[in-house]
Nanobody
Framework: VQLQASGGGLVQAGGSLRLSCLAS????????MGWFRQAPGKEREFVAA????????KLADSVKGRFTISRDNAKNTVSLQMNSLKPEDTAVYYCAAGRGWVIHTTTSFGYDYWGQGTQVTVSS
């Protein structure tokens, strides 16, 4: 599976962005999908995950109520809608594909495929 993330950019605090991740291959629906982010000088952290069918999601506490993850298995895409953005959301955002059980975790363990990352910068 190859993953291509897009949609990053520069936005003011309080604004919104929508990230998308396009997956290649015909087995997209066999993977749980996740979004992670890494800010300069910090470790990569979990942001959100969605189950293979899309009926279950998991969000980091820091983004609950602001971010929404969704997927369209017919289009091989997973999206991250980010609202009420804060400067601390500034990071490179990565999409990842993993085994079904990763929906129950918040670590990167179990994710087998990673996209190249897209930069999100939130100005104050």
């Amino acid at each position: 599976v190859q993953l291509q993330a897009s949609g990053g950019g520069l936005v003011q605090a309080g604004g919104s962005l929508r990230l998308s991740c396009l997956a290649s291959g015909r087995t997209f629906s066999s993977y749980a999908m996740g979004w992670f982010r890494q800010a300069p000088g910090k470790e990569r952290e979990f942001v959100a995950a969605i189950s293979m069918s899309g009926d279950s999601t998991k969000l980091a506490d820091s983004v609950k109520g602001r971010f929404t993850i969704s997927r369209d298995n017919a289009k091989n895409t997973v999206s991250l809608q980010m609202n009420s953005l804060k400067p601390e959301d500034t990071a490179v955002y990565y999409c990842a594909a993993g085994r079904g059980w990763v929906i129950h975790t918040t670590t990167s363990f179990g994710y087998d495929y990673w996209g190249q990352g897209t930069q999100v910068t939130v100005s104050s």
